[in-house]
T-cell receptor, first 114, second 116 residues
Framework: AQKVTQAQTEISVVEKEDVTLDCVYETRDTTYYLFWYKQPPSGELVFLIR??????QNEISGRYSWNFQKSTSSFNFTITASQVVDSAVYFCASMDTGRRALTFGSGTRLQVQP | DVKVTQSSRYLVKRTGEKVFLECVQD?????MFWYRQDPGLGLRLIYF???????EKGDIPEGYSVSREKKERFSLILESASTNQTSMYLCASSPHTGLANQETQYFGPGTRLLVL
């Protein structure tokens, strides 16, 4: 069984601060896939990124960056120069390659104050 | 763009009622999923389906059933609603490519169900 842990329940920052959301995963699979989703107040989950277990390259997309480290089973997400529009709940998830279903962490609520 | 729609954003039902939550996707995806979201628990898988007429139990199927008569539509059924089924229900779909790294799930807006 897979498990995803997001230890930070809620984070509050002031606009323009950098913020890192932590994600730790557990899996027995040698090949696995990790995801980040954003859930704004409207409720719909928005896909942000997918990372394959065999690709440990970090990724940057604008103000967003992801740090994948197999040695610590972590897949952390950093927002640089946060903005009020970044306020949302962020979910980390892993894919069960058998069922093709996602196992989610409990989510981190990010509040960016102006 | 992938479009996943859910029939209702908000729903209020009485204990014991039979409840239908509908999900429709327009991208010809084979895989469809139902999750429920509760505070502090994230999203948990209820049922999923890889094809028409096919269904598989997820991690918390008790009290639920599903129906997939057409490829684009996946219905979640609460046979006799109970107060502990008050929750946010999210539907998702993904293509079946045979390669897990290409099967990103896309979510609908969710249905917030209140059972009184």
């Amino acid at each position: 069984a897979q498990k995803v842990t997001q230890a930070q329940t809620e984070i509050s920052v002031v606009e323009k601060e950098d913020v890192t959301l932590d994600c730790v995963y557990e899996t027995r699979d040698t090949t696995y896939y990790l995801f980040w989703y954003k859930q704004p107040p409207s409720g719909e989950l928005v896909f942000l990124i997918r990372r394959n277990s065999f690709d440990e390259q970090n990724e940057i997309s604008g103000r967003y960056s992801w740090n994948f480290q197999k040695s610590t089973s972590s897949f952390n997400f950093t927002i640089t120069a946060s903005q009020v529009v970044d306020s949302a709940v962020y979910f980390c998830a892993s894919m069960d390659t058998g069922r093709r279903a996602l196992t989610f962490g409990s989510g981190t609520r990010l509040q960016v104050q102006p | 763009d992938v479009k996943v729609t859910q029939s209702s954003r908000y729903l209020v039902k009485r204990t014991g009622e039979k409840v239908f939550l509908e999900c429709v996707q327009d991208m010809d995806h084979e895989n469809m999923f139902w999750y429920r979201q509760d505070p502090g628990l994230g999203l948990r898988l209820i049922y999923f389906s890889y094809d028409v007429k096919m269904k598989e139990k997820g991690d918390i199927p008790e009290g639920y059933s599903v129906s997939r008569e057409k490829k684009e539509r996946f219905s979640l059924i609460l046979e006799s609603a109970s107060t502990n089924q008050t929750s946010m229900y999210l539907c998702a779909s993904s293509p079946h490519t045979g390669l897990a790294n290409q099967e990103t799930q896309y979510f609908g807006p969710g249905t917030r169900l209140l059972v009184l």
